[in-house]
């Protein structure tokens, strides 16, 4: 069968490594003539790329693969496919009873290392074949592939594939298998032509960015090779691991004006004790020491991190450390999470023994501390200058602009002659914990002609 006119609807679930997989798969299946829709009712492929680091984020693919099935009862010649991690993990499930029934609608279920498959994989699922790939590989990094992008601001930018940190409560490592790196040189490509097309702020992207390697550049090598492609684009880079953050890399973020002054940096827990148990392989005064050389290197430093509340055996005291930890450190920002055992992972055979009440207060406990310190921290910003690049329309209001800050702050002001990929100075008048609001300050002079 043709791909011509043939519409593809892809949603995406998880982090930024899967959105960018999804521009991936986008780009390859636009190669082969299939068209893009955002209109679910108009396509004739539905793919969803899933994530499976915790249990709720599984749930909801079920739940939307339920509409899935819905819709392929009322037109069964749609073809569904599962892509991503959950198609890497739960292969024979989602195929088998304990798809709660959906897997009868899935005719294609492919892992984040064959999506060079997916072509031909829907045309096989036109000729009544159901199709799986799911192999994993140590060396696809789709490096030749250039991925479908709508035109605007930001665009995420993968350099590196899978983990091999093997935290004890994570399926990364075997949702997406070895690290492997993309080659320097195309990555470099990539941005040249994102500068060209106007594109103003790239993240490069990778479970653990610290262990990119290729001939001899590590990350900060990449980082400044990037960085000087264009000194208007912002770049920034998320994830770091505490154990192999360099100094050198502290001190290629501090040299650089468009290397953003905003590190993520995932600690998960205060304890030692716990943090033996994760597998973190780093402790609390390695973890602290780096918070230092950070704040000493990059002085208006944002810092953001990753908590898990409730992991198995953690006690009322090791919890007291996380929030000591948070209250010594004053992260900008935080993701909070509790503890979802993840069958084969090594933490699946600890007893979850925190129940989900104690789980549940502890992370609350955790995003309290945080928004209070978050809103201290944006309050001792007003009557300050941020240059903040403009993303877009405000979504509350359409006669403010939405931008964010170099430490990856939230401006809202009202609008203004700039337009979204501008840079523009904005004085922080009020703010709460999640965001800035402030007026546009020194605007370039309109120079009118004379009559
Ligand atoms: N590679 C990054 C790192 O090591 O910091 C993190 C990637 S992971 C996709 C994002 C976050 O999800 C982790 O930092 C952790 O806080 C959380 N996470 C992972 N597995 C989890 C689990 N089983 N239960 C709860 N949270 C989990
Ligand atoms: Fe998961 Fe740990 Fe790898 Fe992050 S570093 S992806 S938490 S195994
Ligand atoms: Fe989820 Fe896979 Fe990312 S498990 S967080 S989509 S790497």
Sequence with gaps: MSNSKKRVYLETYGCQMNVADSEVVLSLLATEGFEITNSLEKADVVLVNTCSVRENAEQRVYGRLGEFKRLKHERPEVVVGVLGCMAERLRSKLTGEKAKGVGQAVDLIVGPDEYRKVPELIQKAWRGEKGIAVQLSRVETYDDITPLRTEGISAWISIMRGCDK???F??????????????????????????????????????????????????????????????????????????????????????????????HLPVQSGSDRILGLMNRTYNRVHYLRLIEAIKKSIPNVSLSTDFIAGFPTETEDDHKQTLELMQEIRYDGAFMFTYSPRENTPAFIMVDDINAGVKSRRVTEIVALQNRISLEKNLEHIGETFEVLVDGESKKSSSHWQGRTDGNKTAIFPKHNCQPGDYIHVQIDRANSATLFGSVANVPEVIEEAA
């Design 166 to 168: 093997f935290c004890t």
């Design 170 to 263: 994570c399926v990364v490592p075997f949702t997406r298998g070895r690290e492997r790196s993309r080659s320097l040189t195309s990555i470099v490509n990539e941005v040249e032509v994102l500068s060209s097309r106007g594109f103003k702020e790239v993240t490069l992207l990778g479970q653990n960015v610290n262990s990119y390697r290729d001939n001899g550049n590590d990350f900060a090598d990449l980082l400044r090779a990037v960085a000087h492609v264009d000194s208007s684009i912002r770049v920034r880079f998320t994830t770091s691991h505490p154990q192999d953050m360099s100094d050198k890399l502290i001190e290629t973020v501090a040299d650089h004006e468009n290397i953003c002054n905003f590190i």
